[in-house]
């Protein structure tokens, strides 16, 4: 059994690549907002909302995940969001977060997307003077949707571009293969964005081939298919292209039945650039202490391993590279200081 214990795992400096804004609200947020916003929620209070947590498959999550993000609808709800967020991310020592948001949903909904993404922004901005957490935004295209929408949103992000660090693709992925966005994510190259797609999730390891090759993205989300084709395992060692790995998700959507069973450590052994990541932390009821305890303790990873998961964290960030070397120096005093 691994001998790394919570406490330290607690304290050190850490990144999470891969949280879904929206997947953040808390149940006493989420009903917060509903009221203040008049918004039609089916529960009567914030322990009934928590109760429901219990999903089938992805797309059985994804129906309760759009469902709750209808409570955001203004600038100072995005602002409360990230900061409701930040500050308890902080709380555990993460020092580097990069936010997916679902700008399409909030779109469609009739929200402007300069209040979703200035209320981002003025929130990452409090929330690194007051307590140092650095946070970053990824524009998360949603894949059920037409390449033709992927574009518009984008557009409409152009002015807002200087401050997006990636376009990232999410959302249902069985038969929505990445191979439809290609133009989205040349255009995501032109306007200087970092590139990253959620593949071989829930989806086939043809989802990851055709988001290196055809997307040409910098990371992978998930990836835990990969495993079904040796060559792609050794092609992503080899070029060393990050996998944000989430365990505890892929256990609360059933990819993995138990996280005893999960593949991060034969993908670390294999080589891969393996880092563990919350996905949607308040849906599954674990921050990236736990994600990473939790996995620890099923995998029985070494103390090494552990501290190579984290270090990878911020050796995978889109940030720039003397922050990611004076992070890791950080994590590197702290872990063996
Ligand atoms: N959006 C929010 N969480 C997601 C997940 N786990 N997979 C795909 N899209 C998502
Ligand atoms: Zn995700």
Not at 121 to 136: E, M, Q, V
Request: charged share 20%; aromatic share 10%; with cysteine.
């Amino acid at each position: 059994m691994s001998e790394t214990t919570y406490t330290k795992i607690h304290g050190a400096p850490k990144a999470d690549l891969h949280v879904h804004l929206e997947g953040t609200i808390s149940p006493e947020l989420m009903y917060g907002l509903a009221q203040r916003n008049h918004v039609d929620i089916p529960f009567d209070s914030p322990q009934a909302i928590a109760s429901a947590y219990e999903f089938r498959d992805l797309n059985a999550f994804l129906q309760v995940y759009y469902a709750g993000l209808r409570v955001l609808e203004n600038q100072q709800d995005f602002y409360d969001i990230t900061m409701d967020y930040l500050k308890r991310a902080h709380a555990e020592n993460t020092h580097y977060i990069e936010f997916y948001t679902s700008p399409q949903s909030h779109i469609e909904r009739g929200v402007p997307l300069a209040q979703v993404l200035d209320g981002i922004f003025a929130g990452c901005d409090d929330a690194y003077s007051k307590w140092g957490i650095k946070a970053n935004v990824i524009f998360g295209l949603q894949r059920h949707r037409t390449e033709a929408s992927a574009l518009a949103a984008i557009a409409q992000a152009e002015p807002h571009s200087s401050r997006i660090i990636a376009l990232g693709l999410g959302g249902p992925e069985r038969d929505n293969p990445p191979s439809r966005f290609v133009r989205a994510f040349e255009r995501a190259r032109e306007l200087g964005w970092r590139t990253t797609a959620h593949a071989g999730e829930e989806g086939p390891a043809d989802y990851v081939s055709q988001a290196i090759e055809l997307l040409r993205v910098d990371r992978i989300d998930h990836g835990v298919a990969a495993q079904q084709n040796a060559r792609l395992v050794i092609a992503l060692a080899a070029r060393r292209i990050p996998l944000t790995v989430c365990p505890v998700s892929n256990v609360k959507l059933k990819v993995f039945d138990k996280l005893e069973h999960h593949n991060a450590r034969y993908l670390l052994e294999s080589g891969c650039v393996i880092t563990i990541n919350t996905d949607d932390p308040s849906y599954f009821l674990a921050n990236l202490t736990d994600n990473l305890y939790q996995t620890s303790r099923a995998l029985d990873l070494s103390d090494d391993q552990i501290f190579q998961i984290i270090w990878n964290g911020f050796d995978g960030a889109f940030c720039d590279d003397a922050s990611k070397r004076r992070m890791q120096q950080a994590l590197n005093e702290y872990w063996h200081g």
